[in-house]
């Protein structure tokens, strides 16, 4: 690996663990890059067939991934170790394990099936469920907002950040990104509502609280039949998946969504999609993963490893390139699968707003996202954000999604 390339990642990481730790010794950082740099060679010359990328690719993101992994622990371990940092960690613990404490709670967010059965059959029926759980609701924010305030505080004190600027950072974002992404907000929902395709005879609870509005499953035509013929659809229109083919394995998980990661030590792209799903919303999944494996394949022949840039950079190339795919498949399924962003982009809105001011009232905030995102939308309060998984365990994971849509709409 050359020197320059070599000093890029330590500047890059030296700013990462002095963000937790401004004392940071610099030798530790130099030690763990000498020896993932080290393992990095040593697998490269291990593979029986020549990688999909150069070594010094290969090694530049080996030594990326190594590092963000030692810093996560590192992040843990420099909280652990500092009494008052620690106390604020534990009070984000008990803030959740106080949030699942109420009976039922737990299993209705973390199961996706008993989440899923609560949103299926007639409308009415589904209203009743929620009625007949009889959740405490007066109790469940009190204990959401205790949660939320928990998780700012942390952040404040030990990387003296917002909430927001923290995520930022995390993604390979910028401030100046941000500002771009929240000038655009209006346009991107616009620019995607005026896309949706036109679905007569919409049942008048479409765009009720206890509906999730999906315009792919009402679809009279669909150009693909399965995830098989999708992959060859690729391999038709991208050389890099026609030559890699054999490098891209699909697997199905229980209900937690659809993501792709490159694994390195098997020189491999690996897919997880929701098992769960429909066969069309696995093949609109497939075909955004399948985005991010073209997009990774380009930056391997530009000398550019798939850690760098965060998870930002990653989305802003895969959404270019999955709108290219949607559009050349079917301008009405691009539409429709607009609809499933703005329900992305709702909640992400939402979670802004909640980070900079949670002590407000949150059910009606929930319903008024839900409407600014779609024209149709007449909600006036909606408490479900209470048992949004994603909201609650995995707090703004759709950020660089969203901040990406901005390529979509405005250039």
């Given amino acids: 690996m050359n020197m320059d390339a070599s000093n890029e990642i330590y500047q890059e990481f030296l700013r990462k663990f002095r963000l937790w730790d401004r004392s940071f010794d610099e030798d530790e950082l130099k030690a763990m890059i000498t020896q993932s740099a080290k393992d990095a060679r040593q697998r490269y010359f291990g593979f029986e067939e020549e990688p999909v990328m150069k070594k010094e690719v290969y090694m530049t993101g080996w030594i990326r991934e ?33 949030y699942f404490s109420i009976k039922g709670l737990g299993d209705l967010i973390l199961d996706p099936q008993k989440y899923d059965q609560l949103f299926s059959g007639k409308y009415e029926d589904r209203e009743k469920r929620w009625e007949k759980l ?35 950072t995390s993604i390979g974002a910028t401030k100046d990104d941000y500002h771009y992404f929240m000038e655009n907000i209006e346009k991107i929902i616009k620019g995607y509502s005026d896309r949706l395709p036109t679905i007569n005879n919409l049942p008048d609870w479409f765009y009720g609280n206890f509906n999730h509005p999906c315009l792919i499953c009402r679809l009279n035509d669909f150009p693909l039949d399965s995830l098989e013929q ?34 390195k030590e098997r020189d491999q ?18 075909i955004h993963e399948l985005s991010h494996v073209v997009s990774l394949l380009k930056r391997f022949s530009g000398g550019v490893d798939w850690m760098k ?6 989305e802003k190339e895969a959404l270019v390139i999955e709108k290219e795919v949607l559009m050349s498949l079917s301008k009405d399924l691009y539409g429709a699968s607009l609809m499933d962003k703005l329900m992305v982009l709702r909640q992400t809105i939402f979670e802004l707003e909640i980070y900079e001011s949670p002590n407000q009232d ?50």
């Fill in 66 to 98: 190594e590092l963000e992994k030692n810093l996560n622990q590192y992040s843990l371990d420099y909280i652990n170790k500092q009494g008052k940092y620690r106390k604020l960690h534990q009070e984000v613990a008990k803030s959740v394990a106080s």
């Fill in 230 to 263: 999708t992959v060859d659809y690729f391999a038709d229109k991208y050389e890099e998946i026609e030559q890699n083919r054999n490098r891209v394995e699909i697997k199905f998980n229980s209900g937690d969504g659809a993501w792709m990661r490159y694994v």
């Fill in 362 to 411: 949150l059910a009606k905030l929930y319903a008024e996202t839900f409407n600014r995102c779609f024209r149709e939308g007449r909600q006036e309060r909606n408490d479900l954000y209470l048992i949004n998984r994603s909201v609650i365990m995995e707090p703004l994971k759709s950020l660089p999604h969203c901040l990406a849509m901005t390529v979509t709409v405005t250039e």
């Fill in 309 to 314: 840039g965060g998870k930002f950079e990653a």
């Fill in 134 to 168: 009889n959740l405490p609701v007066t109790e469940m924010k009190e204990n959401f907002v205790n949660l939320i305030d928990a998780r700012v505080r942390l952040v404040k004190i030990v990387n003296r950040l917002s909430y927001v600027d923290f995520r930022l």
């Fill in 269 to 286: 792209f690996e897919i997880s999609l929701d098992g769960k799903r429909n066969i069309r919303h696995q093949i609109v999944s497939l």
